[in-house]
């Protein structure tokens, strides 16, 4: 099916960049893993990680990812 991907403002697929003591960041770095080029931005393991430190830690969480193949 369709899938969305999505990049915010400086280049980095995800949300938009909250302010530095808004939430906890992350950046992924990587190749076609980190990528996920072809799976929708809530498919992505670095989205999976998001959602999952926001849960764990109770507060706001930013994982951006610039995976490259």
């Given at each position: 099916?369709?899938?969305?991907l999505?990049?915010?403002?400086?280049?980095?697929?995800?949300?938009?960049l909250?302010?530095?003591?808004?939430?906890?960041?992350?950046l992924?770095v990587?190749?076609?893993?980190t990528?996920?080029?072809?799976?929708?931005?809530?498919?992505?393991?670095?989205r999976?990680?998001q959602?999952?430190?926001?849960?764990?830690?109770?507060?706001?969480?930013w994982?951006?990812n610039?995976?490259?193949?």
């Amino acid at each position: 099916g369709d899938g969305r991907l999505t990049v915010n403002e400086g280049g980095i697929r995800g949300d938009p960049l909250p302010a530095r003591d808004s939430a906890y960041r992350v950046l992924c770095v990587g190749g076609s893993t980190t990528e996920c080029l072809y799976l929708d931005d809530r498919e992505t393991w670095p989205r999976l990680l998001q959602d999952e430190l926001a849960a764990r830690l109770g507060r706001p969480a930013w994982v951006g990812n610039v995976g490259i193949s």
